[in-house]
């Protein structure tokens, strides 16, 4: 199996993804920490969408649904949505279908949906989303792990959750079966330097000072445990499922 690792959603080539490629998205500030955190928390679903105005043409073709709105832009919650952070949202999903939308998460989703099979990842469910892919696939797979970033940046906090899912992939397989480009590589090895400084290392990045700014420095702490929630949410058509 190999592993790929693109640094930043605005990399992603559509020509280079095949069918026999496994897609593993991850915002881990906070898209898909969320994502993950709301699912399950018994959310039904989420429709992940670019920005806030395809969230409300989407309202309304789901008016049966009553689904919830959520998202921000550039960090700023959007006026008349829930504000995206896992643990504000946690108590509110319970067999609610949700829009989100955020700047870099849901579109770095939507610009890998013709990818075959597309997973979601943080570090809350890094493991369990190795384990699945490990039993599960092949090893003529490839798998391609995407980074968000920030706002078109590299960000340290998804490099570092990436790290974590490929080390985790690593040695659930067979490791003389395992070739990593160098930069999924490094990104492991960053992981294995710091692999028990996680809330440390989120919070010393951009958006995580931004998010301590905030008075968020609760949701950093929770996004930043690993191996917390034991579910695989996958991208099928327009929604993520469990």
């Known amino acids: 199996m190999n592993i790929h690792l693109i640094m930043k959603k605005e990399d992603i080539d ?3 993804i ?3 490629q496994i897609v593993v998205v991850l915002d881990v500030l906070l898209a898909t920490s969320t994502i993950v955190t709301c ?10 969408v670019k920005d806030n105005r ?15 709105l959520v998202g921000e832009v550039d960090g700023q919650t959007i006026q008349g949505f829930l ?5 504000s949202l946690s108590k509110k999903v319970k067999d ?12 770095a989703i939507r610009k890998v949906t013709f990818a075959k099979y597309i997973f979601i990842a943080s570090l809350l469910n890094g493991n369990a989303v190795a384990e699945y ?11 391609v792990v995407v980074c968000s970033g920030s706002g078109s940046r590299f960000s340290m906090e998804d490099f570092y959750g990436a790290g974590y899912f490929i080390h985790r992939l690593v040695n659930a397989s067979d490791k003389n079966e395992m070739e990593l480009t160098d930069s999924a590589l490094n990104a492991k090895l960053f992981y294995e330097k710091f692999e028990n400084e996680s809330e440390q290392i989120l919070s010393a990045t951009r958006v995580g000072k ?33």
């Open 14 to 16: 559509p020509s280079k």
């Open 18 to 20: 095949t069918d026999q």
């Open 39 to 48: 699912l399950f928390h018994g959310a039904k679903e989420v429709f992940p």
């Open 54 to 68: 395809e969230a409300l043409l989407l309202e309304k073709s789901l008016a049966h649904l009553k689904p919830l």
């Open 83 to 87: 504000d995206p952070t896992p643990l």
């Open 96 to 107: 609610k279908s949700l829009i989100l939308a955020t700047t870099n998460g849901t579109v």
């Open 133 to 143: 892919i490990h039993k599960k696939f092949e090893n003529d797979y490839t798998v």
């Open 210 to 242: 931004m998010l301590l700014d905030y008075g968020l420095a609760n949701e950093i702490s929770f996004v930043s445990q690993q191996g917390k929630i034991p579910i695989v949410p996958q991208l099928v058509g327009d929604r993520i499922i469990v």
